[in-house]
């Protein structure tokens, strides 16, 4: 069982823009925190942006400004809009949510269900 699964990857060039979608199914997810990570070769996992239950988002410090976290909560997907990208956002792109609707979590360690990832590169 994947409760959340990743798509919308693929290769872009820079300052081009790709929308990425987080299906959630087998929970209450349009209940819980969900987020976006990314992580590259040899790199740490990084908060890229959380949206809670009821909108209230936040970003990481790299991509504020260019990405945007948005939710259906009648039909459960999860996007992340990305804007203006740069060769440095390529990683691969993972999906999270919590079930603790009243913390929008930055770390990787208040995020109990993940997907796979999806791969996001940014070249020209």
């Known amino acids: 069982q994947v409760p959340l699964v990743e798509s919308g990857g693929g290769l872009v060039q820079p300052g081009g823009s790709l929308r990425l979608s987080c299906a959630a199914s087998?929970?209450?997810?349009?209940?819980?925190?969900m987020a976006w990570f990314r992580q590259a070769p040899g790199k740490e996992r990084e908060f890229v942006a959380a949206?809670?239950?009821?909108?209230?988002?936040s970003y990481g410090d790299s991509v504020k400004g260019r990405f945007t976290v948005s939710r259906d909560n009648a039909k459960n997907p999860m996007y992340l809009q990305m804007n203006s990208l740069k060769p440095e956002d390529t990683a691969v792109y993972y999906c999270?949510?919590?079930?603790?609707?009243?913390?929008?979590?930055?770390?990787?360690?208040?995020?109990?269900?993940w997907g796979q990832g999806t791969q996001v590169t940014v070249s020209s």
């Open positions: 999270a949510a919590d079930k603790n609707i009243m913390v929008v979590g930055t770390t990787i360690y208040e995020y109990t269900y």
């Open positions: 087998g929970g209450p997810f349009s209940l819980y925190t």
């Open positions: 949206i809670s239950w009821n909108g209230i988002t």
